[in-house]
């Protein structure tokens, strides 16, 4: 709780400032931000070490939980240089060892984490586009969704094969908690176009 007060307060003086969470939403913060993005971290696997949190914004859910599991190495991936120093100062206030990644998602690099989060980042079958660079045969991915989940998930299942379940939000009635896992695409690759052959010269009639 020291941590989030601390996080609490930082984001509070920022945001007069700069438009890091919509200001209505600050006097909800601890239900509306907070809570929402720590109800993840039962789910999280004890054996994980490592997390990465996709469009990390003012650090929900990532910053949370790393507060909460301190033991496990978490990155944070946000194309906002703004937003990025307001993690990294926000990270420092509450004392976590935190990674903070300038760069869009689909150009960082690739590597696979044990844990994969993300909060109102993209709809989901571009999500698991950003995702998969990230994960690996046992990695397991939690993303705090909105109530359009089940169309979401019709659309992703055209082109990614997974294992997926849902449960509801704790902080908010319309809102779910999607598990993938053993994330594939299984769209089929571009086909290259033949390669021209060499024409061959016309034979001169005799």
Partial sequence: MTRLTAYADL???WNSRHNLVSRGSL????????????????LIPESA???ADLGSGAGFPGLVLAAMRPDMQVSLFEATAKKCAFLREA??????DVAVVNARMEDAPA???????SRACAPLPRLLGYAHRFTGPSTLCLFLKGQNLGEELTEA????SMKASQR???????????????????????????????????????
């Fill in 168 to 206: 509801p939000s704790l902080s908010d009635p319309s809102g779910a908690i999607l598990d993938v896992r053993e994330l594939e695409s299984h769209e089929p690759a571009p086909q290259k176009a033949p390669r021209p052959g060499r024409r061959q010269p016309k034979r001169r009639r005799g």
């Fill in 91 to 96: 990270a420092a206030a509450m004392g976590l």
């Fill in 11 to 13: 984001l509070t003086d």
């Fill in 27 to 42: 006097e909800h913060l601890w239900q509306r931000h907070m809570w929402d993005s720590a109800q993840l971290a039962p």
């Fill in 111 to 117: 590597q696979a984490f044990d844990v994969v989060t």
């Fill in 157 to 160: 299942h055209k082109c990614w």
């Fill in 49 to 51: 070490k490592t997390l």
